[in-house]
């Protein structure tokens, strides 16, 4: 019987800006119904109210259910900041991240037997050490602390990622040109403009700092298809 995969996240799991993990795990494994779940600017609590929705609301039995997060937790308070917004979406707290992730692995599996993978966090911008990457790498613990503890496959991503923008150069970052952000969904209708603008900007595994290019997805789907390989 083929397995259904429920692929829930941010903007790095719908694939709408740059190029989508998910759709690459698909090819690689054709027997498998993926569902992607995956919503742009999400937010960890966000993240996991939709999933709760779709597990409780849903008939359909999920055999894995994939959750990338933690993402847009960073990235917004620091666009709050830097670009005076005024009000954006519910975020979780640095410190208060791994009890979130804690209750809501509890509660999915009130609601589901499927096997749960926990991807760590890629990048927000290719400078390894930038402030808000390091807050991700204290992101990156929590995640592998509580998914050991309730038994979820973890989905390192990270040290793939860093280990190649350690030679990293480009100081591109969507944080410093919003606008891009736009111009960028509808460029990434075209996969050989993802590439294009990717090389523009001196990026190595993203088209801004945060979405994929074809490098860093496929860094997922690697990652993610070792894991479903083996259950």
């Known amino acids: 019987m083929n397995k259904r995969i429920l692929f829930i996240g941010d903007s790095i799991t719908e694939g709408k800006i740059g190029i989508g993990y998910v759709n690459i795990i698909q090819r690689n494994f054709p027997e498998f119904q993926c569902q992607n779940y995956g919503r742009g600017g999400d937010t960890l609590s966000g993240i996991f109210t939709r999933l709760f929705k779709i597990l409780k609301t849903e008939t359909e039995y999920y055999d894995v259910i994939v959750i990338e997060?933690?993402?847009?937790?960073?990235?917004l308070p620091y666009v709050k900041s830097k670009?005076?917004?005024?009000?954006?979406r519910k975020v979780t707290p640095l410190n208060k991240i791994e009890d979130f992730y804690d209750n809501g692995l509890r509660m999915v599996g009130l609601y589901s037997k499927a096997k749960i993978i926990i991807t760590t966090l890629s990048c927000l911008g290719e400078v390894l050490n930038s402030p808000i990457n390091q807050k991700r790498r204290l992101v990156n613990d929590q995640i592998k602390k509580v998914g050991s503890k309730h038994g979820a496959y973890i989905a390192d991503v990270s040290p793939f990622f860093d280990k190649i923008l350690r030679k990293s150069i480009s100081g591109y970052n969507l944080m410093e040109h919003p606008l891009n952000l736009v111009l960028d969904y509808f460029r990434s209708?075209?996969?050989?403009?993802?590439?294009k603008i990717s090389r523009k900007r001196g990026l190595m595994l993203t088209i801004d700092g945060g979405h994929l290019n074809s490098k860093g997805a496929i860094i997922y789907?690697?990652?993610l298809s070792r894991i479903l390989n083996m259950l």
């Open 83 to 88: 670009w005076k917004v005024t009000s954006i």
């Open 221 to 223: 789907a690697k990652e």
């Open 189 to 195: 209708k075209r996969m050989n403009w993802v590439e």
């Open 69 to 75: 997060a933690g993402h847009n937790d960073l990235f």
